[in-house]
């Protein structure tokens, strides 16, 4: 008999400070096998490593100088990348005309300024969490920002391991481990790109986005008349990025329509879309049917009360007018490359992204879910029925170990660099798999620094590379593993790696994710006084807001695994539902389903026994009886009120098999 109990960690939520750090950026108060203690063990590093590397360059006889793969076939070869679809698979094509798939990292230089650190505090007064002091401005001037006010203890340690000419030294070794390694390009985040003779991709934030404005378009011309005259002659630029995550949502227009300025161009063009749709009464979803669009620009308005089908319309009309725009300009500035308009990741309405995909080559897109969950089941339909490529050029996979503080929603929390390893080959293989999909680039090349990146409060071991400029020898392992087999993957001549329960949220987590391949889940943040103290519990979540046509239907959550027929003994899932909720009988919110085979699921009649009362109720939730076959049980969430969506969640599962 195996017994299985979890509830989840009591960490979430909670703000964890930065670590301190030694002279190297490492973290002070935790010590590690391969942790740095004298310059001369970085000098030792290189010279190990140079050996390693002696030699290594691309096969000339397999691949063309961009990383194509000469298989063969070549199509037609136009001087710049472009993008095929051939045998029911797109592709990027490289200027000579062979089939390239995107395997790059983001973040390649270390004088990326993500990897600087903020010296002091907003009052003026040094950081107290530099325990050895920071490196010195005399001795590591480029460590430094120009404003004197962040320093990078990677570019100080990059000066102590190459030594004077260190940026070109670097430049060598980093091509060689890129290459070395299986990667054939650079993703986001390299501006201004600094290895030679690699595929990359280009990022530049426009500085103005609503596509409104009357002064959009001028704004947007000149930045990317600027930007196009530089690289449009540029054969190993793949294509332009023009905005990141910055796509609009439902609270995008929330925003939009409580502005009281007057000078809101996008609250004015809804409201213009309200008046063509209620005969000139553009109020009238308000309450305020005589008023005048001019009127209601004064006033603070609900986006609640604005039906679905009027919300969608617009941020689908918003996101093609801002990328038709941007298309035509590129066109206009440079013929010659692919244009990949904005990033987009969860938080983004998926009308955003469905009116990107008309004017974009390739649709670009972020997620840190070992799973992929939210492009597979939200993104991939509609890309699917536009036919449309995409890439993942942000995704990531981190430990708690040195020191690091645990990253977001933990959908990518592992144990050990081993696991990050093969997580990264599990979610790279099983996106190479997808015929729509053209490629993955790796968020980061380094590390975070441990005392937060200068510009926000990010510090996480996203990292390929350490602090110290030394390579994660174990997940390395993986990631050359899983290079080597995406192309095959891609061209459907291999299959993807199964998954493995790598996951660590928090420990035991792993036992219903990522075996759960239907739904999405997030993480409840209310008061967990609320919840008697139990700070982690997981909700239905769906990425960019909720669809109002979902309402009340039962929507799967997580499954668990017997590993065999009838191999359930006991089986308890321990819920939450808030009191005051509508309607407030469990059995209205929560379902349980079996399955013999975790692909078709039929409804198990179940039993809820009240544990706790309080604002929020605890339930037991477990079924009356199970048939002979059965082997998954999941329990679905049904969503009476979309909006808020802390209403129903899951705290707990108990588990006992045969």
């Known amino acids: 008999m195996k017994r299985f109990l979890f509830f989840l960690s009591l960490i979430a939520g909670v703000h964890l400070a930065a670590a301190p750090v030694d002279r190297y950026g490492q973290a002070a108060e935790v010590d590690w096998p391969e942790k740095v203690s004298d310059d001369s063990e970085l000098r030792n590093d290189l010279e190990r490593e140079t050996k390693e590397l002696a030699g290594v360059k691309r096969e000339s006889g397999r691949f063309d100088r961009y990383g194509g793969v000469r298989s063969g076939r070549t199509l037609r070869a136009t001087g710049f990348f472009r993008v095929e679809k051939v045998e029911g698979r797109w592709w990027l094509v490289t200027p000579e005309g062979n089939l390239f798939y995107l ?372 997940m390395i392992a993986s990631v050359k593993e899983a290079n080597a087999r995406l192309f095959g993957i891609h061209a459907g001549k291999l299959a993807p790696v199964r998954p493995e329960p790598l996951l660590l949220v928090e420990k035991n987590y792993r036992e219903i994710m990522p075996f759960s391949q239907h739904g999405f889940h997030g993480y409840d943040m209310t008061n967990p006084q609320l919840h008697f103290n139990q700070s982690d519990r997981l909700h239905l979540y769906f990425p960019g807001g909720y669809r109002h046509d979902l309402s009340g239907k039962f929507l799967p959550l997580a499954t668990v695994d017997a590993n065999r027929p009838n191999g359930f003994r006991k089986l308890e899932f321990q819920v939450f539902l808030w009191k005051q909720a509508n309607p407030g009988r469990p059995e209205k919110w929560f379902q349980l389903e079996e399955s013999p085979d975790n692909t078709v699921f039929t409804p198990v009649k179940a039993k809820f026994k009240l544990l706790a009362d309080g604002p929020f109720r605890k339930y037991a939730f477990s079924p009356v009886s199970l048939a002979a076959d059965t082997r998954y049980v999941r329990i679905s969430f049904a969503q009476h009120n979309p909006e808020q969506p802390w209403i129903s969640s899951l705290s707990g599962v108990s588990v006992e098999r045969r």
């Open 103 to 474: 395997q790059g990292v983001d973040g390649v230089p270390y004088n990326e300024h993500g990897y600087f650190t903020q010296v002091n505090r907003p009052d003026g007064s040094r950081r107290d969490l530099f325990t050895e002091g920071v490196p010195d401005p005399g001795q590591f001037p480029a460590a430094w920002s120009k404003d004197k006010k962040c320093v990078s203890f990677l570019t100080a340690n990059i000066r102590r391991k190459y030594g004077p000419d260190y940026h070109k030294r670097w430049m060598d070794l980093t091509t060689g481990r890129l290459l070395a390694w299986g990667f054939n390009s650079i993703g986001k985040w390299n501006n201004p790109f600094v290895v030679k003779e690699m595929p990359f991709l280009w990022d530049q934030g426009l500085l103005i986005r609503d596509p409104y404005d009357p002064d959009f378009e001028r704004s947007a011309e000149k930045q990317i008349k600027t930007m196009c005259a530089g690289l449009k002659n540029n054969p190993f630029l793949i294509g332009y990025q023009l905005a990141n995550e910055s796509g609009w949502n439902r609270h995008s227009v929330d925003v939009r329509l409580k502005d009281v300025s007057g000078k809101s161009h996008a609250k004015r063009a809804l409201l213009e879309q309200l008046a063509a749709a209620t005969g000139g009464k553009p109020g009238k979803f308000f309450g305020l049917p005589e008023e005048s669009i001019d009127r209601l620009m004064l006033k603070k308005l609900d986006f609640r009360k604005v039906p679905s089908r009027e919300l969608d319309a617009f941020i689908l009309k918003s996101s093609q007018r801002y990328h038709s725009t941007l298309r035509r300009l590129i066109r206009l500035y440079d013929p010659n490359h692919l244009f990949l308009g904005a990033s987009h990741c969860s938080k983004q309405d998926i009308r955003w992204i469905e009116g990107a995909a008309e004017f974009v080559d390739i649709v670009p897109l972020h997620l840190y879910d070992m799973n992929n969950a939210w492009i597979l089941n939200f993104v991939l339909p509609v890309l699917k029925r536009l036919d449309k490529p995409y890439a993942q050029l942000e995704f990531s996979f981190t430990t708690t170990l040195r020191g690091f503080r645990p990253f977001g929603d933990r959908k990518s929390i592992v144990a050990s660099h081993r696991d990050r390893g093969r997580a990264f080959q599990y979610s790279t293989e099983r996106m190479a798999a997808e015929p729509l999909c053209v490629g993955t680039a790796y968020f980061l090349m380094y590390d975070q620094p441990l005392t937060s990146r200068g510009h926000d409060n990010e510090a996480f071991n996203f990292g390929l590379i350490d602090v110290t400029d030394r390579p994660y020898r174990e």
